[in-house]
């Protein structure tokens, strides 16, 4: 199993320019959810997912959109980057039972200049 | 919002010495938590977790403690590693949503 795998690794965007970053699992997770890390700050929930067809707001996330066509794959799109979007992204899934952990990616580095 | 903290943002400690890494929480319905390790440039690793019902539980060199009275949740890391040397998270889990502390970077000195 390759767990969560996210793509692309690296990404440069322009203010404004749109961009969708994706997360594929293959645990037959229901849960999927979208994170998103900063320098002194722990990970902030952006948007997440109990189920296919399915989404749900988290702490912080105005700027961004998901979807989640399929159970395995779950997409993270900014449809106008600006720079206070620069971040580390990180995907992760989990079973739909109580008290089982996160999977993680290993992240999506994004720079908005 | 959520209040997850640790106690120190470093910890160095001699290869070969227990590691403790510490944190706070701040939700008393919180009933599971998670110890993190994350290297450089990679996601969050699963470490340990430990139900509510639960004060201790041990795995391979890591034991968590969790102490419901104070909210405060602990990592131990017995004969610490070089490989140890990173950062450690801890997570409480709310329902649907988990809420993080910031971390504590490990450095493991030879």
């Known amino acids: 199993n390759a767990g969560v795998t996210q793509t692309p690794k690296f990404r440069v965007l322009k203010t404004g320019q749109s961009m969708t970053l994706l997360c594929a699992q293959d645990m037959n997770h229901e849960y999927m959810y979208w994170y998103r890390q900063d320098p002194g700050m722990g990970l902030r929930l952006i948007h997440y997912s109990v189920g296919e067809g399915t989404t749900a707001k988290g702490e912080v996330p105005d700027g961004y959109n998901v979807s989640r066509l399929k159970k395995q794959n779950f997409l993270l799109g900014l449809e106008s980057a600006a720079p206070s979007q620069t971040s580390v992204y990180f995907c992760?899934?989990?079973?739909?039972?109580?008290?089982?952990?996160?999977?993680f990616g290993n992240g999506t580095r994004l720079t908005v200049t | 919002g959520e209040s997850v903290g640790l106690h120190l943002p470093t910890l160095s400690v001699q290869e070969g010495d227990n590691s403790i890494i510490n944190c706070a929480y701040s939700n008393s319905a919180s009933d599971y938590f998670i110890w993190y390790k994350q290297e450089s440039g990679k996601g969050p690793q699963f470490i340990i977790d430990?139900?509510?019902?639960?004060d201790k539980r041990q795995g391979q060199r890591v034991t968590v403690l969790l102490n419901k009275t104070v909210k405060h949740l602990s990592l131990q890391i017995a004969a610490t590693q070089p490989g140890d040397s990173a950062v450690y998270f801890c997570?409480?889990?709310?329902?649907?949503?988990?809420?993080f502390g910031t971390g504590t970077s490990l450095t493991v000195i030879p």
């Open positions: 992760a899934s989990r079973e739909n039972w109580d008290n089982s952990p996160l999977h």
């Open positions: 430990i139900r509510s019902n639960m």
């Open positions: 997570a409480e889990n709310t329902g649907n949503q988990f809420y």
